[in-house]
């Protein structure tokens, strides 16, 4: 399965942070937040983030899962009656 969404930001963000780490001595931004470190330190932010929401994901697609189970007979359910009714 393709990186998709936030999972693929994260990646290209690495990738982009691996770009600066080649440019050596010549990589001298002004900017604080873009320097090497701050970069690095969002990213395993970022990486943690993701990593929470995969284990926060599964109970809740389970409990998804189990609603959409017990309305699973209502929609036959209701054709049949709105056709009877019409009758």
Not at 28 to 52: C, F, R, S, V
Not at 60 to 74: F, Q, S
């Amino acid at each position: 399965m393709a990186e998709t969404g936030h999972a693929r930001n994260v990646s290209n963000f690495s990738t982009l942070i691996s770009f600066c780490i080649g440019y050596g001595g010549d990589y001298k931004p002004t900017n604080p937040l873009i320097e090497i470190p701050a970069m690095q330190a969002l990213l395993a932010q970022a990486q943690a983030a993701l990593a929470d929401v995969q284990v926060k994901i599964v109970p809740w697609k389970n409990k998804v899962a189990d609603r959409e189970n017990i309305y699973e007979g209502v929609r036959p359910l209701t054709t049949k009656l709105l056709a009877a009714f019409s009758v």
